[in-house]
């Protein structure tokens, strides 16, 4: 079983769509959690961090359940520019290296 | 630019042939890791310094792998004999010291190994 699971897409919405990508992970020592986005055959950018308490960020809100070992991407109002790859992104132990999903591929289409 | 930046940003070599190569981290950043990428999946850590200790290794990076960061400062990666599994993009990124700090990458090396 992989250490971070998601569902690798695509994703086709249309502009102004509310989209939402779900992610579990395995290792219930995780710390911290992250969403990074990477475009096309670009190096991933760090998107958001995740909390318990949940948090957003303009169009973008996440949400951890430490219980189910689950994090979430709520994207609202898809825009064009949002089309790219969401790696859900777990950070675990104490060598602070990451962990990432296989990605969820986002198309916003007109 | 003062970003990471690595190059080169796309090499081509022979099975067998060594490849080296290099990324330059944010300048006041003592973390430094190296991760690498295949077509469709996420990017998998390879190895992570702090200065120039190098304090972890994953299992994926075999023995014709080495990596070093000699003065804290660049790190080069290393591959001898290369395979056509190598063939990958090779990402490095940056961080502060502390536990969670952000993790800058680079633009990746993108290697085709024929």
């Known amino acids: 079983r992989k250490e971070v699971e998601q569902d690798p897409g695509p994703f086709n919405v249309p502009e102004g769509a509310t989209v939402a990508f779900n992610c579990t992970y395995s290792?219930?020592?995780?710390?911290?959690f992250f969403w990074y986005r990477q475009d096309c055959r670009k190096e991933p950018k760090l998107l958001m961090s995740v909390y318990s308490s949940g948090n957003e960020d303009g169009r973008f809100t996440a949400q951890l359940n430490r219980a189910s070992q689950y994090i979430s991407l709520l994207i609202r109002d898809s825009k064009l520019s949002d089309s790219a790859t969401y790696l859900c992104?777990?950070?675990?132990?104490?060598?602070?290296?990451?962990?990432f999903g296989t990605g969820t591929r986002l198309q916003v289409t007109l | 630019d003062t970003g990471v930046s690595q190059n080169p940003r796309h090499k081509i070599t022979k099975r067998g042939q060594n490849v080296t190569f290099r990324c330059d981290p944010i300048?006041?950043?003592?973390?430094l890791y190296w991760y690498r990428q295949t077509l469709g999946q996420g990017p998998e850590f390879l190895t992570y310094?702090?200065?120039?200790?190098?304090?972890?290794k994953s299992r994926l990076l075999s023995d014709r792998f080495s990596a070093e960061r000699p003065k804290g400062s660049f790190s080069t990666l290393e591959i001898q004999r290369t395979e056509q599994g190598d063939s990958a993009m090779y990402l490095c990124?940056?961080?502060?010291?502390?536990?969670?700090?952000?993790?800058?990458f680079g633009p990746g090396t993108r290697l085709l190994v024929l």
């Open positions: 992104v777990v950070l675990t132990g104490t060598a602070s290296k990451l962990t």
């Open positions: 300048s006041e950043h003592n973390r």
């Open positions: 990124a940056s961080s502060s010291s502390g536990y969670g700090e952000t993790q800058y």
């Open positions: 290792n219930s020592a995780s710390q911290s």
């Open positions: 310094f702090q200065n120039e200790a190098q304090l972890e």
